[in-house]
C-alpha cells in the first residue's frame, strides 16, 4: 500500500513539474508585452522612458526564463505562489476567493448531471429502443455537438433577459456589501451557469449508462433473477444497479477536466467571476504569475478526479486491487476503456465539447 | 410461410451509411465553397440597413453594422472548417507517429509518449489552448497551432493500443518467424490494420477542433475580430443579448452545431462501414 502512494505523489509532483514548466516555457515564448498589452496603446505612446522601464520592471519583462523559474519555483516550495500582477494581490488569495466560486459551480453541475445523466440512462436502457429511448439517445448526441458558450448564450437570453426570472452576470447582486449576500442570493446567481453545465454534461454520462444499463439486462445473473419470478425492473433494481452505478461514479469523476473546461466558458458567459473568468483575464493581460497558478490548481483538479476514480475502482472491484500491485495504473486504464467504449458508440473521443 | 426470411424492400443499411457519408462530406464541401466565394461580401457595411430582424432579403438578420448575418456565418463557418480540417489533419498525423513510436519503439520511448499523453490530458483542454495560442501571440496561428498540438492524446492512445494488439497477433508472429524484415512487417500488417482507425479518428477529430476554435475565439485568444469566425459573431452578440437581438445568436450557433453534426454523422457512418467489429450492424 504504502508503494502505491508513494507512486502515486510521485507521479504528482511530476505533473506539477511537468505542468508548470510547460506553462512558464509558454508564457515566456510569448511575443505579446503585458505592458502594453495592460496600459493600453495611446497611454503606452504618451508615457515617458522612465515610467516604461519602470512598468517594465514591474511586470518583470527581460529577466531570463530560467531565473524567473527557479525563482518561482523556490517561492512555490514555500507556499508562496507569486504576485498577480492584474489583480494586485497574492495569487494565493486570488485563487482562493475565486475557487469557492467555481467548487460551487462545478460541484453542484457535477452532481447534477450525474444524477440526472444515471437516471436518464438506466430508464433508456430499461425500455430500449422505445420514444424515451430515443428521445435520451437524441437528446445526447445533438448535445454533444452543441458549443458550451453558445448554450449559454441561449439560456442567458431566455431566462435572464426575456423571462428575467434570473440575474444576467455575477456571483452577487451588485451594489449590495458583501455582508448581506445571502446564501439565496448566490444560488439565485448561481443557478443559470450551473443549469448550462450540468445539461451539457448529463449526455456523456446518460449514453454511458444507457449502454451499461442494456449490457446487465442481457447478462445471465439478471436473466436467472427474472426466470424466478422478478420483473424486469425489479431485477435490475435489485442485482444491476451496483454493477452499473460503479463505472458511471468512475467516469463521472474521470471528466472533472471537461467540467472544468466547461467552466471557463460558462463563468465568461455569465461573469461570473471563477477560476475560469481569471484564467482568460490573467491570459488576455499577461498576469504569467496567475496563469500559472490557475494551470497548476486546475492540473491538480483533474488529477484528484482521476486518483478518486482509480480508488474507487480499486476499492470495489477486488480483482483489481489483487491482480495488479499497481492500482492507479490500472483505475486509469479502466476509466480509459470507459471512455473509449463510449467513443466507439459514434461519439467523438474525450467527450470534452465545448 | 418462412418466418425468419429477410425483411424487404429496405434499403440495405451499407448504402444508407455510404450515402450518409458522401452527403456530408458534399454538404461541407459546399458549404465551403459558397463560403469563400462570398467572404468579401460578408465584411461588407450598409449602415442603412442596421440591426434588422431575419427576413426574406436578409435570412439571419444584419447587426449594428448592417453587415447580413448570413454571409458573415457562412464566410465565418468556411473559415471555421478549413482551420479545423487542417489542425485536425496536423493532430491526426502528430498522433500517428506518437502513438506508432510508443508501440514499436521499445520501453523508454513509450514511458516518455504515455508521460506527455498524460501530462496533455492533464490540463483541462480550455486552459491549455489559452497557453498555447498567447505564446503565439494570438490570432490565426495562436488557434491553429494550438488546437493542432494539443487534439492527438486520445488518437495516440488508440494507435498505440491498436497497433500493440496487432503485435501481438498471430500473424505478425509468423511472418516474424519466415524471417521478414520489420519495415516489412509494419508496412505492409500493421499499418493497414490500423489504417481504418486513423481515418475515422481523424474525422471524429473534426467536430472537436471546429467546437474549440470557436470557444477559444469567442474567448478572445483567436482569429482576430475584423474575420468573420462564428466564435467573434457569437462573442460581438453577447453584448446585443440584452437590447433584443437575438437573431445575432441564434441563427449563427446553429449553423455550427449543424456542421459539427454533419461531420459527426459522417464519422460515425464511416466508422460503420470500415469498422470490421460493426459492419455488420
Redesign the interface.
Known amino acids: 500500500m504504502s508503494k502505491v502512494v508513494f507512486h502515486t505523489i510521485a507521479k504528482f509532483l511530476l505533473l506539477m513539474l511537468g505542468v508548470s514548466l510547460v506553462t512558464f516555457v509558454l508564457v515566456s515564448l510569448s511575443p505579446i508585452d503585458p505592458v502594453q498589452a495592460n496600459v493600453g496603446q495611446a497611454a503606452y505612446l504618451n508615457m515617458s522612458e522612465a515610467k516604461r522601464a519602470q512598468l517594465a520592471h514591474y511586470w518583470g519583462s527581460g529577466i531570463p526564463l530560467w531565473e524567473r523559474y527557479g525563482s518561482w519555483l523556490g517561492d512555490l516550495l514555500r507556499g508562496d505562489m507569486g504576485m498577480s500582477l492584474r489583480y494586485n494581490a497574492p495569487v494565493v488569495e486570488v485563487i482562493a476567493t475565486r475557487a469557492v466560486n467555481s467548487l460551487a459551480l462545478m460541484g453542484s453541475a457535477w452532481v447534477i448531471s450525474g444524477v440526472l445523466g444515471f437516471v436518464l440512462g438506466i430508464t433508456a436502457g430499461l425500455w430500449q429502443n422505445s420514444i424515451f429511448d430515443r428521445l435520451v439517445k437524441g437528446y445526447c448526441f445533438v448535445l454533444a455537438s452543441v458549443p458550451t458558450f453558445w448554450l449559454g448564450l441561449i439560456i442567458l437570453m431566455v431566462f435572464a433577459v426575456y423571462l428575467g426570472w434570473f440575474p444576467v452576470g455575477f456571483s452577487v447582486p451588485l451594489g449590495m456589501s458583501a455582508a448581506d449576500v445571502g446564501l439565496g442570493d448566490a444560488l439565485h446567481h448561481m443557478a443559470l451557469p450551473a443549469l448550462t453545465l450540468s445539461v451539457v454534461g448529463v449526455a456523456n454520462i446518460a449514453l454511458h449508462t444507457r449502454e451499461k444499463t442494456v449490457d446487465v439486462l442481457e447478462s445471465d445473473y439478471i436473466r436467472f433473477a427474472c426466470s424466478r419470478g422478478l420483473s424486469r425492473k425489479q431485477a435490475l433494481l435489485h442485482h444491476g444497479l451496483r454493477n452499473i452505478a460503479l463505472p458511471a461514479l468512475t467516469l463521472q469523476c474521470a471528466s472533472l477536466a471537461e467540467i472544468f473546461g466547461g467552466s471557463v466558458l460558462v463563468e465568461e458567459v455569465f461573469s461570473y467571476p471563477g477560476l475560469g473568468q481569471a484564467a482568460v483575464t490573467a491570459g488576455l493581460g499577461g498576469d504569467v504569475a496567475l496563469l500559472a497558478g490557475i494551470a497548476l490548481v486546475s492540473a491538480a483538479l483533474v488529477f484528484a478526479g482521476n486518483m478518486i476514480a482509480n480508488l474507487i475502482y480499486g476499492f470495489i472491484d477486488v480483482r483489481m486491487s489483487l491482480s495488479q500491485p499497481c492500482l492507479a495504473n490500472e483505475g486509469e486504464k479502466a476509466s480509459h476503456q470507459l471512455k473509449s467504449s463510449i467513443s466507439r458508440d459514434g461519439r467523438p473521443q474525450d467527450g470534452e465539447v465545448s | 410461410m418462412i418466418l425468419h426470411e429477410a425483411k424487404r424492400g429496405r434499403i440495405a443499411n451499407r448504402r444508407v451509411c455510404l450515402a450518409a457519408v458522401i452527403g456530408a462530406l458534399v454538404a461541407l464541401v459546399v458549404l465551403v465553397v459558397f463560403g469563400c466565394v462570398v467572404y468579401d461580401q460578408a465584411t461588407l457595411t450598409h449602415f442603412d440597413q442596421k440591426n434588422l430582424p431575419p427576413s426574406l432579403e436578409h435570412p439571419f438578420g444584419t447587426d449594428w453594422m448592417g453587415r447580413d448575418m448570413f454571409l458573415r456565418t457562412a464566410a465565418g463557418l468556411s473559415t471555421s472548417v478549413l482551420l479545423g480540417v487542417v489542425a485536425a489533419l496536423v493532430s491526426a498525423v502528430l498522433a500517428f507517429i506518437l502513438g506508432a513510436l510508443a508501440a514499436l519503439g521499445g520501453k523508454r520511448v513509450d514511458a516518455l509518449v504515455s ?1 506527455s499523453i ?2 496533455m ?7 491549455l489552448l ?9 490570432g490565426f496561428w495562436g488557434v491553429a497551432v494550438g488546437i493542432a498540438l494539443t487534439h492527438w ?3 495516440a ?2 494507435i498505440r493500443a491498436e497497433i500493440l494488439q496487432c503485435k501481438a497477433s498471430l500473424y505478425v508472429g509468423v511472418a516474424r518467424a519466415l524471417g521478414q524484415s520489420r519495415w516489412r512487417i509494419a508496412l505492409t500488417h500493421m499499418f493497414p490494420y490500423v489504417l481504418p482507425q486513423f481515418i475515422v ?1 481523424l474525422i ?2 473534426f ?2 477542433a471546429i ?2 476554435e ?2 477559444v475565439t ?4 483567436g482569429l482576430p475580430p475584423e474575420q468573420p469566425a462564428i466564435g467573434v459573431i ?1 462573442s460581438e ?2 453584448t446585443y ?2 437590447s ?1 437581438m ?1 437573431w445575432l ?2 441563427f449563427p ?1 446553429l449553423a ?2 449543424a456542421v ?2 454533419l461531420f ?1 454523422c459522417a ?2 457512418s464511416l ?1 460503420k462501414l470500415v469498422d470490421p467489429k ?1 459492419n455488420q450492424e
Do not use: E, N, Q, T
Not at chain 2, 121 to 127: C, W
Not at chain 2, 130 to 138: M, P, Q, V
Open positions: 508521460w498524460d501530462l490530458m492533464g490540463i483541462p483542454h480550455i486552459v489559452i497557453l498555447i495560442s498567447y505564446a503565439l501571440g494570438k492524446p486520445s488518437l492512445r488508440v479518428g471524429l477529430l467536430p472537436h467546437l474549440h470557436a470557444a469567442f474567448l478572445g485568444f457569437l452578440a453577447m443579448l440584452s433584443g437575438w445568436a441564434v450557433g455550427l452545431v459539427v453534426l459527426d464519422g460515425s466508422r460493426r
